[in-house]
């Protein structure tokens, strides 16, 4: 079945400093989700993102189908960015919704 | 506050037994997401229901079963538990089908199979 790859699993870093965030998957696919899992436990859809590029506020994606990876970029990172963020593909067969197992993002005050 | 609700927010039981999860979509949302989050197996996608029908399953067991009723709200029965279903089990809610949609996530039934 499709595989989904998050890199790197952990990140620390400092308020204010950028983050490239990167999920690559083994098939073709005609969707990728970002989430985000905050240290609550609350899961937040960021982006429906199946290729090209979209923004929301400091936050965007880029999905590149082709070479079958995506990036979520964080900008002027804040503490309230700390959690888990996971990528997730649909399977084109079935409907399964495969999720890689996440970067854990620490951004320190 | 998504607007989408479960109850219980925690729920403690024995092996073997069976337990009901409850979820009310966000208002007007007529599909419903189960996922479920346990430390060995991360995040899954269970099944989604779209206005009362079955529209996809995932990695569902066959000791797990759902249905969303005619108010849309949905129910996601766990029998002959296991220890390994100890997880976190999230109920969301998007506006129509969801191949583009959002959905909202709600906070989430913990259950512990002791």
């Known amino acids: 079945g499709i595989q989904v790859e998050q890199s790197p699993p952990d990140l620390i870093l400092q308020e204010g400093a950028n983050s490239t965030l990167r999920c690559n998957f083994s098939?073709?696919?005609?969707?990728l989700q970002w989430f985000h899992q905050n240290p609550w436990g609350q899961l937040i859809n960021l982006f429906y993102i199946p290729s090209g590029t979209k923004q929301n506020g400091r936050l965007s994606a880029t999905t590149v189908a082709t070479e079958r990876y995506s990036l979520l970029y964080i900008s002027s990172s804040q503490t309230t960015d700390s959690g888990v963020y996971f990528c997730?593909?649909?399977?084109?067969?079935?409907?399964?919704?495969?999720f890689g197992k996440g970067t854990r993002l620490h951004i320190l005050p | 506050d998504s607007g989408v609700t479960q109850t219980p927010k925690h729920l403690i039981t024995a092996t073997g037994q069976r337990v009901t999860l409850r979820c009310s979509p966000r208002?007007?949302?007529?599909?419903v997401y189960w996922y479920q989050q346990s430390l060995d197996q991360g995040l899954q996608f269970l099944i989604q229901y779209y206005n009362g029908e079955e529209r996809a399953k995932g990695n569902i067991l066959e000791r797990f079963s759902a249905q969303q009723f005619p108010d849309l709200h949905s129910e996601l029965n766990l029998s002959s538990l296991e220890l390994g279903d100890s997880a976190l089990y999230f109920c969301?809610?998007?506006?129509?089908?969801?191949?583009?949609?959002?959905?909202?996530f709600g906070p989430g039934t913990r259950l512990l199979v002791l």
């Open positions: 208002s007007g949302d007529l599909s």
């Open positions: 969301a809610s998007s506006l129509n089908r969801g191949e583009t949609e959002t959905q909202y």
């Open positions: 997730a593909v649909p399977m084109n067969r079935d409907d399964k919704i495969i």
């Open positions: 098939d073709s696919v005609n969707n």
